[in-house]
Structures are given as C-alpha cells and as structure tokens.
C-alpha cells in the first residue's frame, strides 16, 4: 500500500519532530496493527504493549524512514518483530509439546476484549477461531492471510523452510474450514 | 469427498504458489470438480473476511492508546534531551580535564626536559642492545693514555644533570675519548685476528694524543642527542626541533657514561699493540679540519646506534649534486636492527649537510659490539672541501663498520662504496680511501 499525499505530509512533518502529526499516523494504523499483533499474541495487554512500542520505535527511527515507501509494511515490521520476539520469551516458558499438535481453546480472557473490539459476529468467530489456532499455525496464518506476506518472507521471518509454511499454513486452513463451515 | 492432498494443491493454486504443470493440474481439477471448487471458494471467502477483519471497539479505547503513544514519545523525547544535555556538560568538563592535563604534561616535560637533556640515555645494564650514546665527543675529564693503562675508571654516580649544574666554567674539551673508543674497536679487531690501522692519519705529537691541551672540540659544537625515534619522530613533521641546540657548557662525560665499561678500558694489555701506538682517527679532527664545528650550535643531530657499528650516514644530494651516494642503504643495515626504509627514510629527510661522528664501544661481550653513529646536522657549504670532508667522514664509516662486522657479514658492498668513493676524491683523501680498503682486502683474505 503507497502512501497518500497525507500520509506523505504527516511522515515528513513527523520526521521533523511534529508529534502532533505522528498522531495523525497513529490514528490512521493502529487498528490495523493491533489487529495483526493482537492476533498473534491473543492478549490485548501484551497486543497493547508490542503495538506501544512499535509506534514509539517508529518514532525513533522515523528520520532514516524514506517518506516514497509505504509506512504500513515498515510499521507492522517493527510490531511483527516486537510480537515475535515476544511469543519466543513466552514460549521459553511453556513445553513446547504441548503446544505442538494440540489446538488451543481461547482463553475467556481474550474472549471478552474481542467481543469489545469486533463488532461483526463473522469477524468475531473468525478472531476466535483463527486465535484458538496453535501459535505456530496462528502466526503463519496471520502472517499470510492478514499480512500477506510472501511464503519466503514468512520463513525467513519466522527461521523455517518454506515447505513448512506451506504446511502449517495447510493445517491452519484446514482446521479453520472445519471450525468455519457454517459461516464462510 | 476432496481428499487432503487434493485441497493442498488447490490452496496453493489459490497461493499462487504452483509451477506452470501444477496450476494446469489445479485448474483441471477445479473443472471437474465441483467439490474443488467449492472448496476453492471457502478458501477465498476465508480469505476476504480474514482480510477484512476490522477491530472497531469504542473511540475511548483506541483515542487512550493514541494518548498514551504520545506521552511515551514525549517521554523518550525527553529523556533524549536530558542525557545528551548532561552529556554535553560532561564532555565539556572532561575535554578541560584533558586539555589540562596535557597542558600540565608538557609543562612538566619541557621543565625536565631542560633539567635533564639527557634524561633519555640509555642504562647500560637495563638496555644491552642499545649503544651507549656518545652525546659528544669533547670530553675532558678522560685521562690520558696513561690513565687507561693503570685499570679502570670508577663511573661517577652522580647524574649528569648535576654534573651539568656543576660545570661552571665549561671544560676544556679533548678527543680522549674517541682515543679510548678507538683503543677499544683495536681490541676488538685484534681478537678477531684483525690488525686494527687506520691510514693516513698520523698521531698527533709523538704518537700520542693531546688531551688535556686539545681544543678541537669547542663546547658550542657539543650536540644533544635524541634517540632515533625521537629524530624521525621530529623529522616526520619536516624539522627537528631546536631543543637540540646545544648548551653552552656541558659536563664531560664519564666513560661509564659513554658506554665503555671500565673492565674493557682496563685491559688495553688484550690488544697487540699499545695505545700509544694506535693511529687515531678523530671524527673531531675531522671537523675541525673542514667542518666549521663553530657553527653546530643550532645543528640537529640525529643518533643512530646499533650492533656493529653499521651506521646511516644522511646527506642532502642537493648539496652534493654529482657528489657520492652518502646513503648507507646496503643490507648490511639490517644485521645492526635498521631497516634499508629506515636509512632511506634518514636520508629523504635529513637537510643540508650533515657531519658524522662514530663512537665505538664494547659493551663487554665480543660478540656484542656496538656502535653509535651521531649525524649533526648543520650549514655548510657545498665546496670542495666540504664534499671531501663528507666523503672521508662516509669513508671512514664504511672502513670502520667493515672492520667491525663479523666474520659472517658481506663487507663486499664496503668496498665497493669506497672504490666509488675513491675514484670521486681526489689527492690525499683518494689515498686514504685506498689504505682503507686495502686494510679490509686483508681482512677479507
């Protein structure tokens, strides 16, 4: 997605150090990349937290940020690492068996900010189901089909061959088509 | 009933992931069947609702986390500011710290350094390898060939930055002690089999040294030395400093001080032939002779000291235009620890002419001889004379390196300079240049 002449002009003023202006591009992304990293990590707190952050990196590195590229891909970077690096710390400390072939239920206490932040029911079954996935289906489901990254790109993100994505990706669709029927 | 590996290949089509033969497969199986097909179209409704999933939520929600974006920028913005402000503070305090201190240092250095002009000198004992540095020639508290005889000499203990303070009226200079160090290359030659003789030079009086009525030497000839590095250091930056210019009075030296142990001084007996019959060559009659030595005080001296006795010996070709190559570059250098780029880089940044004086000296081992080259830097001009007082000075540091090689060293080169030489001089210096290489043909056979 190319930037518009206003988000041109917002970036530029930003990279000027007009905070007012980085508000405006905040209020443009947000949703969006807390809709992406919220259904990664499946906690709105730590949703909160990583999207926080991405914005305030941003902001940091905003002068080497070239205002002819889209923001939006190199904004949801900055959260897509922040999200992952997040998920590996609390994967250090679950087993990792456990999380391997056996789909997650939703926590109820993603359930009730989701309720709150998706107003559509379709939308809704589809956050549930997509976040009841394992993470590692989750992220490469995410990764494709929200973010639409290229397989390549997903593997070298996530540091697995591309065959695997094309696996998990297969089992993630496959398990949401079933959790789904009734409503795609 | 589409089996699973069916739905893969169909996802993949969807995925645009297939080669040529596979989206021809996909596309012929979603053709003929219709279960493909709808399979295809969940996969595409899964996709647009995944696509467009929206989180709305209430304004409050999403206006807080913008707030709250914001107050973290302005708080890491802040803190970007703080920091930097005390650490421009900081650095500010530190850069006059530093500028302090260097200030102090050099305060320091320049009060030693005039307190102790030589406070360089190399210990003996703590620096083996070095030569003890002739800072210069004119020494008068040398006794006389009959001193050296009776045995050693007791090394003062005193520093010589006292014996500087102590000098007052100024000595009389002499040459004694190249007369010692001379007696001393005898030595070392005659154990090595070698007849030490240097031609063409007749003892002065009754084949011995005036030492107490010498005046060769004037103090204002005396030269500070500087360690090499210190002189390239200095030369680097196109100009020696005029640190070097010489005091008005300098203590003699003690021959401790020159580097010649009284152990070797006191066994003359070592050599075959008693000093008194020694010929002495002094560098010092040398510049007496031709090198206004009057006029050094404000020369720049350059030592070079190294195992035996291999020696740079710089000269400006300018002055010389057509003159000998007054560059020692052989590779003979090396064995005494100089590098052919270190002559060289002597030679390309010396200046005008230049006089040479060779101390020798035996650091009490034979096969650790030493010797120091003093190159002094000073005005002359270009004449005749100076040119052949440069060739004898070049000449007789090739004879004397030669002489002190060991047996392993090539003196081939040796000569080969000094024919050069010979055949640019003219006179009595072509025969002098002659005797001495007829002396190293000897000592080559």
Redesign the interface.
């Known amino acids: 997605m190319d930037n518009g002449p206003e988000d041109r002009r917002f970036i530029e003023q930003a990279a000027s150090g007009d ?1 007012r202006a ?2 405006e591009l ?2 443009r992304y ?2 969006r990349l ?2 992406f990293v ?1 259904m990664l990590l499946k906690s709105k707190d730590g949703t ?1 937290d990583v ?2 952050d991405a ?2 990196n941003a ?2 590195a905003l002068a080497t940020f070239e205002p002819d590229k889209p923001f939006y891909p190199w904004l949801s970077t900055i959260a897509r690492n922040l999200a992952l690096n997040r998920l590996k710390r609390e994967a250090r400390q679950t087993q990792a068996s456990e999380m391997e072939d056996e789909f997650e239920k939703i926590p109820d206490r993603a359930l009730n900010p989701l309720d ?4 559509k029911e ?2 809704r079954v ?2 549930r189901a ?1 976040m009841s996935l394992p993470e590692q289906y989750r992220t490469v ?1 995410v990764l ?3 973010e ?1 990254m290229p ?1 390549e790109k997903i593997a070298e993100q996530l540091n697995i061959s591309p065959g695997t994505v ?1 696996s998990r ?2 089992r993630a ?2 398990k ?2 079933e959790m ?1 029927k009734e ?2 | 009933m589409l089996d ?1 590996e069916k ?2 290949l169909i ?2 089509y969807f ?1 645009s ?1 297939l080669d040529e033969s596979g989206v021809a497969d996909a596309m012929r199986l979603l053709e003929q069947s219709d279960e493909a097909r709808v ?1 295809y179209d ?2 595409k ?3 647009e ?10 304004d409050d ?2 206006r807080a ?2 707030e ?3 107050d ?3 708080a ?2 802040e803190k970007k500011i703080v920091p930097v402000k005390a650490a421009r503070k900081f650095w500010r305090l530190r850069t006059l710290a530093v500028a302090a201190s260097v200030i102090l240092v050099g305060v320091i250095t320049i009060y030693e350094v005039k307190r102790y002009p030589d406070f360089d000198r190399p210990k003996e004992d703590a620096m083996p390898r070095m030569a003890p540095a002739i800072v210069d020639t004119a020494i008068t508290n040398v006794p006389d060939e009959e001193a050296v005889k009776k045995g050693p000499i007791t090394p003062k203990a005193e520093p010589r930055a006292v014996e500087d303070e102590k000098a007052s009226p100024p000595p009389e200079p002499s040459i004694a002690t190249e007369q010692v160090m001379m007696a001393e290359m005898q030595a070392m030659t005659h154990e090595k089999g070698v007849e030490w003789q240097t031609p063409g030079i007749e003892p002065q009086g009754e084949g011995k040294l005036d030492v107490a009525g010498s005046n060769l030497i004037q103090p204002s000839m005396h030269h500070e030395e500087i360690t090499l590095e210190q002189g390239m250091e200095a030369l680097d930056r196109g100009r020696i400093e005029e640190s070097t210019k010489q005091p008005a009075a300098v203590e003699p030296e003690s021959r401790e001080a020159v580097g010649i142990k009284p152990r070797e001084l006191a066994k003359p007996e070592t050599a075959k032939g008693k000093i008194s019959d020694i010929p002495l060559m002094s560098v010092d009659e040398l510049l007496r002779k031709t090198s206004k030595p009057g006029d050094t005080s404000g020369g720049e001296v350059i030592i070079r000291s190294g195992r035996a006795g291999e020696v740079a010996f710089v000269k400006e070709k300018e002055t010389l235009r057509g003159g000998a190559d007054f560059v020692l570059s052989d590779k003979d250098v090396s064995v005494v620890g100089m590098t052919v780029e270190e002559v060289d880089s002597l030679a390309y940044w010396s200046g005008r002419l230049d006089s040479l004086e060779i101390a020798l000296a035996e650091t009490g081992s034979p096969h650790y001889r030493m010797a120091v080259a003093k190159a002094a830097r000073q005005t002359m001009a270009a004449d005749s004379t100076a040119v052949d007082s440069m060739r004898w000075h070049y000449a007789e540091a090739l004879y004397k390196t030669a002489m002190l090689s060991g047996d392993t060293v090539d003196i081939r080169p040796h000569l080969d300079k000094l024919s050069r030489l010979k055949e640019q001089s003219g006179g009595d210096l072509a025969e002098i240049i002659a005797r001495y290489m007829s002396d190293l043909e000897s000592r080559k056979k």
């Open positions: 905070r980085f508000g905040v209020t947000q949703r807390f809709r919220f909160d999207v926080q914005f305030v902001w940091q709150k932040l998706i107003e379709n939308d589809l956050a997509v489901f494709r089909m929200i639409k397989y094309d990706l297969h669709r496959a949401l088509m789904l409503h795609l | 699973n739905k893969h996802e993949r995925d992931q399979y969940e996969l409704a899964l996709a609702q995944a696509e467009g999933l929206m989180l709305d939520g209430d929600f999403w986390q913008k709250s974006i914001l973290r920028i302005a890491e913005d």
